[in-house]
T-cell receptor, first 117, second 113 residues
Framework: GNSVTQMEGPVTLSEEAFLTINCTYT??????LFWYVQYPGEGLQLLLK?????DKGSNKGFEATYRKETTSFHLEKGSVQVSDSAVYFC????????????????FGQGTILTVHP | GAVVSQHPSWVICKSGTSVKIECRSL??????MFWYRQFPKQSLMLMAT?????????EQGVEKDKFLINHASLTLSTLTVTSAHPEDSSFYIC?????????FGPGTRLLVL
């Protein structure tokens, strides 16, 4: 089956520091990969996505590249802000229509990020 | 675009009562919606897949008679927690699929006293 492994947290950084949250996956089909962010007390918001190998997703200064050879989708940001403090989830979706897992998401365990001024 | 809403955002109820949570896709039609449960400081657990016009598909270990799901239209799915007990207290989140991406509602926090 599919699985997603995220870097264990919590991660604590100072403002303007460089952020990397590692994510690796195993999948039997042709997955799409996502990073979702959850702010305290809220639902999940899509941060960025990549639907095929070598795609780079980017949004709000965050980037992640779909690396099929290393089965990874690491999240990076060059300079974090206090407002980036949240929980980040690496998520895999089986995208091959007709597959038994089509549409279902596989979540990583989430990484808590805290950014201090 | 691709906004999903949930109502209510939080609810407190007495043990033994039933609680209905609504999930709506505001600007798109969703033949499939998903219901998740999230415990504090944990990831989301998929409870069931809600299919418009047909029965929901429940994940292993989720009681279908406890968590009733109805997907009556292309923009609305409801989750009813029947005879709620304190152990049902949790954060319930729905999602809907739009153009190969799932969009999540803001969640409903349920507290059963």
């Amino acid at each position: 089956g599919n699985s997603v492994t995220q870097m264990e947290g919590p991660v604590t950084l100072s403002e303007e520091a460089f952020l990397t949250i590692n994510c690796t996956y195993t999948a039997t089909g042709y997955p799409s990969l996502f990073w979702y962010v959850q702010y305290p007390g809220e639902g999940l918001q899509l941060l960025l996505k990549a639907t095929k190998a070598d795609d780079k997703g980017s949004n709000k200064g965050f980037e992640a590249t779909y690396r099929k050879e290393t089965t990874s989708f690491h999240l990076e940001k060059g300079s974090v802000q206090v407002s980036d403090s949240a929980v980040y989830f690496c998520v895999l979706s089986e995208s091959h229509a007709g597959g038994t897992s089509y549409g279902k998401l596989t979540f990583g365990q989430g990484t808590i990020l805290t950014v201090h001024p | 675009g691709a906004v999903v809403s949930q109502h209510p955002s939080w609810v407190i109820c007495k043990s033994g009562t039933s609680v209905k949570i609504e999930c709506r896709s505001l600007d798109f039609q969703a033949t499939t919606m998903f219901w998740y449960r999230q415990f504090p400081k944990q990831s989301l657990m998929l409870m069931a897949t809600s299919n418009e016009g047909s029965k929901a598909t429940y994940e292993q270990g989720v009681e279908k008679d406890k968590f009733l799901i109805n997907h009556a239209s292309l923009t609305l799915s409801t989750l009813t927690v029947t005879s709620a007990h304190p152990e049902d207290s949790s954060f319930y989140i729905c999602s809907a699929r739009y153009q190969e991406t799932q969009y999540f509602g803001p969640g409903t926090r349920l507290l059963v006293l």
